[in-house]
C-alpha cells in the first residue's frame, strides 16, 4: 500500500505518519547488479497543510545490500535522510494528483531516496579490489612514468641490431 495524505485530516490538523514501506510499494528500479534494495523503507514523517499546498518533513532510511565495485564483497549501506522535505503544491502546473481526497507521497520519497543511492558502493573507502591470483596480494596501480617490469615487446624489439 503507497503511502496515503488524507487532505480531510489535513484540514484539522497535522498528520504524524511513522511505519515502514515495503521495498515493492517504492518500485526502485535500480538497473545495477551491484545495489539491491530488499529491506523495507523506514519512515518517520510530519505533514502539515500550507496556503495552497502540503509542506512533509522528517526522517526516511533504507538499507541496501550492495556489492563493492572492487573486491565483489557483499556490504550493507544504509540511506539516511535525515531532514527530507518535500513541497507539494496543491494548485497550479505542478500541483500534485488528488485521488479521493488523498495524495501519494511514494512517488516524492522514490525520487529523493534513489539521488542518495550510492555511485560506485565500496566495502572500504582503501579496499585494493580482487587479490592477484598470483601471489595471493592485491594488485598495486602502475604509477604513470614507469615502466613495467619484466619482458614487454619493446623491450624485445630494443634488443635487436639494426
Known amino acids: 500500500m503507497p503511502l496515503l495524505v488524507n487532505l480531510r485530516h489535513l484540514e484539522a490538523h497535522n498528520v504524524h505518519l511513522e511505519g515502514e514501506l515495503p521495498v515493492e510499494e517504492l518500485d526502485l528500479d535500480t538497473h545495477d547488479e551491484a ?3 530488499k529491506e523495507p523503507l523506514q519512515y518517520d514523517l510530519e505533514v502539515q497543510m500550507l496556503e495552497e499546498g502540503l509542506l512533509a518533513q522528517g526522517q526516511l532510511e533504507l538499507t541496501l545490500d550492495c556489492e563493492c565495485v572492487r573486491c565483489l564483497k557483499s556490504v550493507k549501506h544504509t540511506v539516511k535522510l535525515k531532514h527530507w ?3 507539494l ?8 494528483a488528488v485521488v479521493n481526497d488523498c495524495i501519494d507521497l511514494t512517488p ?3 525520487e529523493d531516496i534513489l539521488l542518495e543511492f550510492p555511485r ?16 595471493g596480494k592485491a594488485t598495486k596501480p ?3 612514468g614507469q615502466p613495467k617490469t619484466g619482458s614487454t ?6 634488443k635487436l641490431k639494426l
Open 85 to 87: 522535505a518535500a513541497h
Open 108 to 110: 516524492y520519497l522514490r
Open 142 to 144: 602502475e604509477k604513470a
Open 89 to 96: 503544491p496543491l494548485q497550479g502546473e505542478e500541483s500534485v
Open 120 to 135: 560506485h558502493p565500496l566495502c572500504d573507502a582503501e579496499c585494493r579490489g580482487l587479490p592477484n591470483s598470483i601471489n
Open 35 to 37: 545495489i539491491q534494495a
Open 153 to 158: 615487446a619493446w623491450s624485445e624489439l630494443n
